[in-house]
């Protein structure tokens, strides 16, 4: 596809974030958007994602974004229209201590307060819930029955079809090498495939985001950080409605994937870097934390796996809004994991950004200033 000469806007990264701000743009009748993406569309960190979708947070801003997204994935195959493949069987966090318990409770409330149905659990419910679970060392869970999982590439489809449809155009194997400004006002983007003139630029780009904002004397603090999943073969006995389930203490994770599982979990030794090749280093302490919590799945075979980037911010929370000095750069970026799941309200939020409207929440609090003026804010049910 040949580049116009000029877009109104140009959305630059191609996965669930960009796809879902082209959409809401078009949708709400702007017109001239062109998105950019330098591989395949949901190529990079949304197609490596695990799918969880979820409200279970600590903190009342990412509640909003979890609840509002779970809202659209529940209706997405009316809008935009597409099969996503949504099982809402729940997010169940397992608890080892008491400060554990203590956070959870304290988060249960507020997502109560939202309108989430958010419970704590004992052991034995937690068992009952997931039977391949060990009860040793367990004290307590947290189950959130709204959320659950679907499947990343469906969602980015879904976008990007609906966007198409409605007079967006979305370019792929195009890289975005820098964008030009004189003073304060951004007049253009010069890519892999020639030059574009606009004078909005939204970043979209993920873990490839401080580089491209730095082009325009913006600063995003931003780390790519891999993380690596691995699918096994399948697992006898698994019910089928097994919930997303973490080990808080360890970020051990699985959810059911065909006739097996889905299995996460982060690794402390990882450096940051753009590393997408798999490497078995993390394996001997994913090892122990199966034999702990899930020791039957040590019998269980692998039939692949892959690895990811994380965005990670200092705080690992999302930068969102609009860059004071470069008008107008407006970035949503560094969801830190939290990108899928956040994806559609994410859409809703820059699209009224972007037309100076009120929004469904403030999201002001995740402004990349806030690292020189307020300060990281705290989010506590991560893994």
């Known amino acids: 596809m040949t580049l116009p000469a000029r877009a109104e806007v140009v959305i630059v990264g191609g996965g669930v974030i960009g796809t879902s701000i082209a959409f809401h743009l078009a949708e709400a009748g702007v017109t001239g958007i062109l998105l950019l993406e330098r591989n395949e569309l949901g190529s990079g960190s949304t197609s490596k994602a695990a799918g969880g979708v979820r409200a279970n947070f600590s903190d009342d801003l990412n509640i909003a974004l979890g609840a509002r997204s779970l809202e659209a994935f529940a209706r997405f195959g009316q809008r935009p229209g597409q099969e996503i493949d949504l099982r809402r069987v729940g997010y169940l966090f397992l608890l080892s201590t008491n400060e554990q318990v203590e956070l959870f409770e304290q988060s249960t409330r507020l997502q109560n307060a939202a309108g989430q149905p958010t419970r704590m659990l004992d052991v034995t419910e937690a068992v009952r819930l997931a039977p391949i679970l060990s009860p040793d060392g367990l004290l307590a869970a947290c189950f959130s029955p709204n959320d659950g999982h679907c499947t990343p590439e469906s969602v980015v489809l879904g976008y990007a079809t609906a966007a198409r449809k409605l007079g967006a155009r979305l370019v792929t194997g195009c890289d975005v090498l820098g964008i030009d400004a004189i003073g304060n006002e951004i007049r253009g983007v010069r890519t892999s495939r ?11 780009a993920g873990a490839w985001s401080e580089p491209l904002a730095a082009t325009a004397g913006v600063e995003l603090p931003v780390t790519p950080l891999r993380r690596q999943i691995v699918v096994t073969a399948a697992v006898p006995g698994l019910p089928r409605g097994l919930p997303m389930t973490i080990d808080f203490s360890s970020t051990f994770y699985f959810h059911s994937e065909g006739p097996g599982l889905l299995i996460g979990m982060s690794d402390p030794d990882e450096q940051p870097g753009f590393r997408l090749d798999r490497s078995e280093a993390w394996f001997p302490r994913l090892t122990a934390a199966m034999e702990q919590r899930a020791p039957s799945l040590l019998d269980v075979g692998l039939t692949g796996g892959w690895a990811g980037l994380y965005e990670n911010t200092p705080d690992h929370n999302a930068l969102i809004g ?9 970035y949503a970026t560094g969801f830190s994991g939290h990108g899928f799941l956040q994806g559609p309200a994410v859409g809703e939020i820059i699209r009224d950004l972007y037309l100076g409207r009120d929004s469904f929440v403030d999201v002001s609090p995740l402004d990349a200033g806030r690292f020189r003026n307020s300060g990281p804010r705290a989010e506590q049910n991560i893994v």
């Open 194 to 204: 020639g030059s574009v003139a606009t004078s909005t630029v939204i970043c979209a």
């Open 322 to 330: 609009e860059a004071p000095d470069v008008g107008r750069f407006l």
